[in-house]
């Protein structure tokens, strides 16, 4: 059976281990995962998880990959940093962590905020990244402030956090002692199925936001949306020379991932994570694994005029 084949029926190989380690780059004390061998994949998480939400993708991908998963400044166990949250600087962590381990350049799979980080990655540091795939995400000045606005149709499941957010004083004074509730309200409002992330899961997730400084440095990567915006724009004008894969869950921002990244490359191609919403790493990660590889892995192809059309979510919504 061919490896096309194998992954269409979800057939990803032999089960791997997931070791934890540490390295010090750009002044900070990073932890990552890594798994397999092969040529290199880079995953980068969004909030409020860090690379605890890679495990289960990371057992597929890693039986033909070396699959390296870190924890952005301020999540997990890496350093938590008064500043710095814009993705360009954050990209430049990523840029030091990955020289210091001699490993690019990379294919980089970006979700929601990491999406971000790894554009900058690729547009900065271009030698470093082979192919890009990005996830549930558009950057902003190119989609992202669109959502930012309140409309006539918001409800508890709207995503109204990435205006509020923008107040990082505010937020935080609102959201402390509360991280459980928020974390609760994360992982319903934009799923598809709101099972999915695994009580273990949850409960570090609700852990690593209690730490000190936590909760504050993940409000700050939202807070960072205009200078994100100003470095964006900048990068933008030089479009990358990548093929990117843009990535919607089928029951959340869906179609609208493409049309959000289609003028920032050259090659952009558009696709849906079936039965998942914005965590698609929980809700299907067999679905995202095969789309994933199939990009990395398979031979070029013409870059999509447009995306399948996906369903909006339980509430009509297509939230970041």
Not at 53 to 71: C, E, K, Q
Not at 173 to 182: I, Q, S, V
Request: glycine share 10%; net charge negative.
């Amino acid at each position: 059976m061919s490896k096309s084949s194998d992954l269409q029926e979800g057939n990803f190989g032999p089960p791997v281990s997931i070791t934890h380690r540490r390295a010090t780059a750009n002044g900070l004390d990073h932890h990552y995962l890594v798994a397999g061998d092969g040529d290199p994949i880079l995953l980068l998480h969004g909030f409020p998880q860090h690379s605890l939400m890679w495990r289960r993708l990371m057992t597929m991908l890693a039986a033909h990959h070396r699959v390296i998963a870190p924890d952005l400044r301020g999540a997990g166990g890496t350093t938590i940093m008064p500043g710095g949250y814009d993705k360009r600087t954050m990209a430049a962590d990523m840029q030091a962590l990955l020289s210091q381990l001699v490993l690019h350049p990379v294919d980089v799979v970006g979700y929601d905020h990491g999406a971000g980080v790894a554009y900058q990655l690729a547009a900065r540091h271009p030698d470093f990244v082979r192919r890009l795939c990005v996830i549930e995400y558009a950057l902003p000045g190119f989609g992202y402030e669109a959502e930012m606005a309140p409309r006539p149709d918001w409800n508890a499941g709207s995503a109204w956090q990435l205006g509020f957010f923008t107040v990082p004083e505010v937020a935080e004074h609102f959201m402390r002692g509360r991280e459980r509730d928020l974390l609760t309200w994360f992982f319903w409002h934009a799923a598809c199925n709101p099972s999915a992330v695994t009580p273990e899961d949850f409960e570090e997730y609700v852990r690593q936001i209690c730490k000190p400084g936590a909760l504050r440095a993940g409000i700050n990567y939202y807070a960072a949306v205009w200078q994100d915006m100003t470095d964006h724009k900048e990068a933008a004008r030089t479009k990358l020379n990548i093929p990117i894969l843009a990535l919607g869950g089928e029951c959340s921002y869906g179609e609208k991932v493409f049309e959000a990244w289609r003028s920032l490359a050259d090659d952009v191609r558009g696709g849906l994570i079936k039965d998942a919403g914005h965590w698609p790493a929980d809700e299907n990660p067999a679905e995202m694994a095969r789309l994933v590889l199939e990009f990395f892995d398979g031979e070029d192809q013409p870059a999509l005029k447009s995306a399948p059309t996906s369903k909006p979510d339980r509430l009509g919504n297509r939230p970041h």
